[in-house]
């Protein structure tokens, strides 16, 4: 996975060189930074998956950041969570995960851009919530993840609202579990793709 992240990477740059040279024939003032949030489904695999009684859930992206060094170049940082309900059971199991990487801007129409977003996740964290949990309530599931982040933005770039369709694929791994007890080592896979809808204010 992080070989491939280094290819998509290095094929980013080629393509965000090619493009540098439009970056300064815009006439709409763009705005360098925004803040936004989103709100969308989560589906499971891996581990966490239907095959082992998870359910798709509902994904909130709490905390949206950009910053653009241009038009094409950028920075973003996310933090968000999952909730994963389990069938048969009053008990779900939540995953929050910080995130941060590049951003790469094209345009695509009118007022409209594709924002291509590969971010590192050094944290990912799983929590057991409900009635039905027991003493595993009292566990944290600490790992880590690679997201492969995607927005279609409705707006020209300037300072205001413009609103986005975000799709996520993101896949990492829990690598220890810590509780009362102490932490043990765990091998726990999550993959998950996101689907949603997003609102960013560019200041």
Known sequence: MKNLFTLIMVMLVSIGYSQSDDDNDSSVSQSKFYLGV???????????SSDNNF????NLNFLNIG???NETWGL?????????????????????VFSFGPMISFSVGDNTS?????????SMKGK?????????KN??????????????VFGDGSKGFDFSLDVD????KFDDISGPGGTIDDDSKYNSFRLGLGIRYNF
């Open 76 to 96: 973003t940082a996310n933090l968000g969570s999952a909730g994963h309900a389990i069938d048969d059971s009053d008990a779900a199991l939540g995953i929050g």
């Open 128 to 136: 057991y919530v409900g009635d039905d949990i027991g003493v595993i």
């Open 67 to 69: 910053y653009r060094f």
């Open 114 to 122: 594709w924002d291509f977003k590969p971010q590192y996740a050094p």
């Open 169 to 172: 694929y993101l896949t990492g």
């Open 55 to 58: 359910s798709t859930g509902l």
């Open 38 to 48: 989103g709100l969308g489904l989560a589906s499971t695999g891996g581990d966490v």
């Open 139 to 152: 566990v944290t599931f600490n790992g880590s993840a690679f997201i492969i982040g995607n927005s279609l």
